[in-house]
């Protein structure tokens, strides 16, 4: 059965003692078909919200009620979150709003979901409800749509992005031409969607195993125009073929690298993310295994560790793009190498009885410029011989 695939169902079995007719739904029952270990524990009931909250406070548990107009609660068990939800039936929608109602209809509900894959539901006794031919469509990497593709996405614009997503991890060979050709005709329905939903889509896409041939059936259908300005496939394919680790941001300005710097503002991305993305577009000192240890020094000095190694990911992607055994030497020198520090501080020069007063900062930087340029390797007495020399001259010259 695929509850016993499950790590732990002792949390689950206490939930189902207290709600029999809970399922669990969506993403958690397609992972269990998958064999993969599941993430999130969500499950549905014919029990009313109101219920759900009452019957699980007798019972003991701890609830929250996380999004109760949503008929959504959320019940921690064992330290797990389990997230309960009241079956829905939509009533209408603008596109936007759906307006549910409560329904103790399983197949309602389950055609209120996006991809057959999606809609499928799994009850206490292993009991496996199909409702729209999931399992085959999982068993052959096929992403479907319940119903009909042009009037989901007129429901709701973002399961085109969603469509992507889940092409992204689970699709093989070419999407389904029905959604691809509703989706090309209702482009403008994603310039509706708020920056921040199409980017947290977006990312998650760029995340998928099969990122390259997603994103190209986006950019095919025109979608992907729609999400950023000036894309370039071909350079996120050069990135997966070094086989760089799988970052979204980093894949991200591999794709918009033409046209990066109003990415950050149009995907609303957070200041840290903005500012990893400027980190990225700095291609000064140029990367590389022709790097001498110098070079190297002088740009760990100048540069954390991370950062490095990120651009170290891109710049191997624009000049070679495929694996090299030259670039992992590379990184691996790059690892090995301890963050240089410069090795004389103001106090050092003072009690070496020199330049005093305000114009010690700027000697201090000087001396450090010097330091920079020797490759970061002089020492403390190297550098405060250099200042005593420099100042002397400076003396002579007054
Ligand atoms: P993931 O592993 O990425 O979390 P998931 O299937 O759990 O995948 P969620 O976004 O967490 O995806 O949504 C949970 C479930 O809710 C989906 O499996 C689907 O059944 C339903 N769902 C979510 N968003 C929509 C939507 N926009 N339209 C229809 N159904 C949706
Ligand atoms: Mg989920």
Redesign the pocket.
């Known amino acids: 059965g695929l509850l016993s695939r499950l790590k732990d169902r002792r949390g689950l079995d206490e939930l189902w003692a207290l709600l029999p007719e809970a399922r669990l739904?969506?993403?958690?029952v397609?992972?269990l078909l998958r064999g993969v270990p599941v993430?999130?524990l969500?499950l549905a009931t014919s029990d009313a919200p109101e219920d759900v909250l009452k019957i699980l406070k007798a019972g003991g548990v701890k609830v929250i009620p996380t999004g109760l107009a949503h008929g959504t609660v959320t019940a921690v068990i064992r330290g797990e979150p389990y997230e309960i939800t009241t079956l829905r039936r939509d009533e209408e929608t603008d596109g936007r709003h759906a307006v549910v109602a409560w329904t103790t209809d399983w197949a309602e509900d389950a055609a209120?979901?996006?991809?057959t894959i999606?809609?499928m539901s799994l009850d206490r006794h292993d009991v496996l409800h199909d409702y729209f031919g999931g399992i085959q469509d999982l068993a052959d990497h096929r992403v479907r749509f319940v119903g009909e593709a042009g009037r989901?996405i007129d429901e709701?614009a973002?399961?085109a992005l969603?469509f992507f997503?889940f092409d992204a991890r689970y699709g093989h060979g070419e999407p389904d031409a029905e959604a691809c050709h509703a989706i090309s005709k209702r482009l403008e329905l994603i310039d509706a969607l708020s920056a921040e939903r199409i980017a947290s889509e977006l990312l998650?896409i760029l995340t998928g195993p099969r990122v390259v041939e997603t994103l190209s059936v986006m950019k095919d259908v025109g979608l992907l125009a729609h999400l950023v300005p000036a894309s370039d496939v071909h350079a996120l394919r050069r990135l997966l073929a070094c086989q760089a680790p799988e970052e979204a941001l980093l894949r991200l300005f591999a794709l918009c690298h033409a046209d990066w710097s109003g990415l950050g503002e149009r995907l609303k991305l957070s200041n840290a993310e903005r500012d990893r993305l400027r980190q990225f577009g700095d291609n000064t000192p140029t990367l590389g295994p022709a790097m001498s240890d110098d070079d190297l020094r002088r740009a760990r000095f100048q540069q954390s560790l991370p950062v490095l190694l990120d651009r170290s990911w891109l710049t191997q992607a624009f000049a070679l793009g495929a694996r090299d055994k030259g670039w992992d030497v590379f990184r691996e020198r790059l690892q090995q190498l301890p963050q240089p520090v410069f090795p004389l501080t103001g106090q050092d020069a003072k009690d070496a009885g020199l330049l005093p007063g305000p114009a010690m900062g700027a000697w201090l930087k000087a001396g450090q410029s010097w330091w920079l340029k020797e490759g970061c390797r002089p020492d403390g007495k190297a550098c405060l011989a250099y200042l005593v020399k420099t100042s002397e001259m400076a003396r002579k010259s007054d």
Do not use: E, K, P, T
């Open positions: 739904v969506g993403g958690s397609r992972d993430h999130d969500d209120r979901r996006d991809f999606n809609a989901r709701d973002l399961r969603r997503r998650r």
